[in-house]
């Protein structure tokens, strides 16, 4: 047997352009999060357990998208989503479309340990939450003014039913339509690397 | 969006990934996190987590693809990495982390960086971005 392991992620896709305090800042909280795994993996926790905590401190944190500082629909609300899988017995759990559950891993959790389902979305999950008791929390917990920026940005680019382009500031001009991609070395899904700068 | 797998003492694996999917999505959107084999799997081999371009990592099930190559051609788990990364992603662009029930972590991305950090028992630990 090889021992404990663990492994955190923040989202990819990161913007070239990223200053250097705001990728310091992340991984401050990567590493914070790597601690929190590693304590409770010394202290003989269970891998499911593990990742549930991990994933919990890194929805509460703003920086990253998830939970609080989750990317915004196109109305401006957060409709967020997680998964947890165990892989003794292949046991999971899911949500989407959630708009008030303060950590939505912890949600999933549940549709895995306490619902007879695997995935449950929208207004039935929202119901399923109040049923067992998890936090709510306002909308407005969980929209960054930060985010609220970025959202206006790309509105500004009306170019955001194709390419979800975020017009890169100083840019004059942004095409609106997916047929005219600037063809720019850092891409990702054929789309400009700025679009996915928040992730 | 954010993931975490991990293996404990006692070679059990298990995979968790949240978020908030994309910047002015449309609302009703379903990404690859929520999706079991997609964007999240974990078996008695491993635990995977992905992140990225959503409808990429949907379109070919990446997470249970490692599994999948590490399970039937018996790779290892950075070379199943490498293989999902580079060849089911067509065009796409994404990242995931990956642990093995032998206390193994690997990664791997064809974005231009993604935020991560891994430790195993023997007191390895890294944190990185590009």
């Given at each position: 047997?090889?021992?404990?392991?663990?492994?955190?992620?923040?989202?990819a896709?990161?913007?070239?352009?990223?200053?250097?305090?705001?990728?310091?800042?992340?991984?401050?909280?990567?590493?914070?999060?790597?601690?929190?795994?590693?304590?409770?993996?010394?202290?003989?926790?269970?891998?499911?357990?593990?990742?549930?905590?991990?994933?919990?401190?890194?929805?509460?944190?703003?920086?990253?998208?998830?939970?609080?500082?989750?990317?915004?629909?196109?109305?401006?609300?957060?409709?967020?989503?997680?998964?947890?899988?165990?892989?003794?017995?292949?046991?999971?759990?899911?949500?989407?479309?959630?708009?008030?559950?303060?950590?939505?891993?912890?949600?999933?959790?549940?549709?895995?340990?306490?619902?007879?389902?695997?995935?449950?979305?929208?207004?039935?999950?929202?119901?399923?939450?109040?049923?067992?008791?998890?936090?709510?929390?306002?909308?407005?917990?969980?929209?960054?003014?930060?985010?609220?920026?970025?959202?206006?940005?790309?509105?500004?680019?009306?170019?955001?039913?194709?390419?979800?382009?975020?017009?890169?500031?100083?840019?004059?001009?942004?095409?609106?339509?997916?047929?005219?991609?600037?063809?720019?070395?850092?891409?990702?899904?054929?789309?400009?690397?700025?679009?996915?700068?928040?992730? | 969006?954010?993931?975490?797998?991990?293996?404990?003492?006692?070679?059990?694996?298990?995979?968790?990934?949240?978020?908030?999917?994309?910047?002015?999505?449309?609302?009703?959107?379903?990404?690859?996190?929520?999706?079991?084999?997609?964007?999240?799997?974990?078996?008695?081999?491993?635990?995977?987590?992905c992140?990225g371009e959503?409808?990429a990592i949907?379109?070919?099930?990446?997470?249970?693809?490692?599994?999948?190559?590490?399970?039937?051609?018996?790779?290892?788990?950075?070379?199943?990495?490498?293989?999902?990364?580079?060849?089911?992603l067509?065009?796409?662009q994404a990242g995931?982390?990956?642990?093995?029930?032998?206390?193994?972590?690997?990664?791997?991305?064809?974005?231009?960086?993604?935020?991560?950090?891994?430790?195993?028992?023997?007191?390895?630990?890294?944190?990185?971005?590009?």
């Open positions: 047997m090889g021992g404990w392991a663990i492994a955190v992620h923040g989202g896709g990161v913007d070239p352009n990223l200053p250097a305090e705001r990728q310091e800042e992340a991984k401050r909280v990567i590493a914070r999060c790597l601690h929190i795994g590693i304590t409770a993996l010394r202290g003989g926790a269970a891998a499911v357990d593990v990742v549930e905590m991990v994933v919990r401190e890194l929805e509460t944190d703003p920086v990253f998208n998830s939970g609080r500082g989750s990317a915004l629909t196109r109305r401006g609300t957060v409709e967020m989503e997680a998964s947890i899988m165990d892989g003794h017995g292949r046991r999971c759990g899911a949500v989407s479309g959630l708009s008030t559950v303060k950590n939505p891993v912890s949600l999933a959790r549940l549709v895995m340990d306490k619902s007879p389902h695997s995935y449950l979305a929208f207004d039935g999950a929202e119901e399923f939450a109040r049923e067992q008791g998890v936090e709510v929390m306002d909308n407005s917990y969980f929209v960054t003014e930060e985010n609220v920026g970025m959202l206006n940005l790309a509105k500004e680019a009306n170019s955001i039913l194709f390419d979800y382009r975020v017009p890169v500031p100083g840019v004059e001009t942004c095409s609106a339509s997916a047929g005219s991609m600037v063809d720019n070395p850092l891409q990702m899904n054929g789309l400009p690397i700025s679009v996915y700068a928040p992730e | 969006t954010v993931g975490c797998v991990v293996v404990d003492g006692n070679g059990c694996c298990a995979a968790a990934t949240s978020t908030g999917g994309l910047m002015n999505k449309l609302t009703g959107r379903i990404g690859d996190s929520p999706l079991i084999g997609c964007g999240t799997y974990a078996c008695e081999l491993c635990a995977i987590s992140t959503g409808e949907i379109r070919s099930t990446l997470a249970r693809d490692v599994a999948a190559v590490m399970e039937y051609k018996g790779l290892g788990i950075q070379e199943a990495v490498d293989f999902a990364i580079k060849s089911r067509d065009k796409g995931l982390i990956a642990v093995s029930r032998h206390g193994e972590v690997a990664c791997g991305f064809n974005t231009t960086g993604m935020f991560r950090g891994s430790a195993t028992e023997d007191g390895f630990m890294k944190v990185g971005i590009w």
